[in-house]
């Protein structure tokens, strides 16, 4: 029980970790992807400006410096401008979107946009466009535009080469801190751990002191029951009061005790056992009670099913089961026991017509002492712990139960447990 609660803290520590983690990770990389596309966007523009002055309008056209190459942009005046110009492509064009002039190799296959000053072409290799305006110093109108260019490789590579070293270290953060949770959630659980182990010697203690005093009760008033010459008037039923009430304390002792015992059985005593002869042995022994209320109790079990565990144990899950299923089954109805292989599990089914079980109720029947205010009620000598047992013994067997009900149908607890 304790691995499991350890296990769900160990788990709920390390998402919430996880998420504070991804949340960073995705904040850094946002900031890191926008600080460098303006770095991207204003190296652009100013190559665009510093070229815009080589730039003006003569006799309706474009014209540039006489020492320019046909349809080439001139080179920079400085070195830096050199570098920047040799990594990107520049383009002009006229007042109607016809490019007059090019340079470089890289350049948008995309139309031009006015309206859209900073173009990205998706494909294999990104490309980032900025376009300005052309300003005529004299009039003051736009007699053109220039685009300069720049492939976003670099960019894309500084942006995997980051998401990688942020997953590599939200990962290794995520190992590192679940060998500190390990022991966190261990310290953690050690005073829980030691107060339930306290509580349970405690139930077993108590309950193991109660059994005297209470079969002394239940003795002396069985005796007074086989021989109730002298008793006055109302005294008898007095009696059958306090034996069926020691009767029904006994059984709730009996239950406490083997709940506060089962989690100390060795596991290492388990011995492979016969789960059909188990079954069969459980419908033989309350056919007699099946045949009282007129209740036909079948099995429908496969030959051979066999797995380790706890025979006694294994024996009273099923035994519960199946005296719940007739207690709770009216007069003439049917229950049936089914078990068979599934891949590596034994799954034994335990079907009844009975009462039902509302549908709000079916997430509370295995918690200890609850039980139903309807219908459920009417077994009288049961001490609400029963199914809680069934759970605790199948849950150590490393199985599980299930159930399904619907009111006035019938139930069906399923068990699972694992070869």
């Known amino acids: 029980m304790f691995k499991q609660i350890r296990f769900r803290l160990l788990t709920a520590y390390l998402m919430v970790l996880a998420g504070i983690l991804v949340t960073f990770a995705v904040g850094v990389r946002v900031l890191f992807h926008h600080v460098l596309s303006q770095q991207i966007t204003e190296k652009l523009t100013t190559i665009a400006q510093s070229t815009m002055t080589s730039v003006e309008m003569k006799n309706g056209r474009l014209q540039f ?3 320019l190459p046909s349809r080439q942009i001139p080179p920079a005046n400085s070195l830096k401008l050199q570098q920047l110009f040799s ?20 350049s948008l296959t995309l139309p031009l946009s006015v309206q859209q000053p900073i173009q990205i072409q998706s494909g294999q290799v990104r490309v980032e466009g900025v376009t300005i305006p052309i300003i005529d110093s004299d009039t003051t109108q736009t007699i053109g535009y220039i685009r ?11 942006l995997t080469k980051l998401d990688l070293g942020l997953g590599g270290g939200i990962l290794l953060a995520l190992m590192l801190s679940s060998i500190g949770g390990i022991w966190l959630t261990k310290q953690a659980m050690q005073p829980v751990e ?17 059994r005297s005093p209470l079969m002394a009760i239940k003795t ?8 109730p010459t002298g008793m006055r008037e109302g005294d008898l039923d ?35 056992i016969e789960l059909t002869e188990v079954l069969a042995n459980v419908i033989q022994t309350h056919q007699a009670l099946a045949l009282s209320k007129q209740i036909e109790l079948r099995g ?25 299923a007739l207690h709770y089954t009216p007069d003439g109805g049917i229950v049936i026991v089914t078990a068979e292989r599934f891949r590596q599990q034994i799954i034994v089914r335990v079907r009844d017509t009975g009462v039902g079980i509302a549908p709000e109720h079916l997430s509370k029947i295995f918690d200890r002492f609850w039980r139903a205010d309807t219908s459920r009620t009417q077994w009288e000598g049961g001490s609400g712990l029963g199914l809680a047992i069934v759970r605790s013994i199948v849950s150590r067997h490393g199985g599980k139960i299930t159930v399904s009900s619907e009111l006035n149908r019938g139930s069906c607890f399923t068990v699972r447990l694992p070869i």
Not at 220 to 226: D, E
Not at 239 to 249: G, K, V, Y
Request: hydrophobic share 35%.
């Open 65 to 67: 410096d006489s020492d």
């Open 148 to 158: 300069s260019s720049q492939p976003l490789t670099e960019l894309d590579e500084n």
């Open 238 to 272: 007095k009696f059958e009061s306090i034996d069926s009430a020691t009767t029904q304390m006994t059984r709730l002792t009996e239950d406490l005790l083997w709940l506060a015992r089962t989690d100390g059985i060795d596991r290492k005593k388990w011995a492979r």
């Open 87 to 106: 990594e990107t492509g520049l383009e002009i064009f006229d007042r109607t979107g016809k490019r007059v002039a090019q340079s470089g190799q890289v």
């Open 220 to 227: 002396n008033t069985q005796v007074a029951l086989k021989y």
């Open 194 to 210: 030691a107060s339930f182990q306290r509580l349970q010697q405690f139930t077993a203690d108590a309950s193991h002191e109660l």
């Open 300 to 324: 429908e079990i496969s030959p051979a099913l066999m797995l380790t565990g706890d025979r006694s144990q294994l024996l009273r899950v099923f035994t519960n089961l199946v005296e719940n």
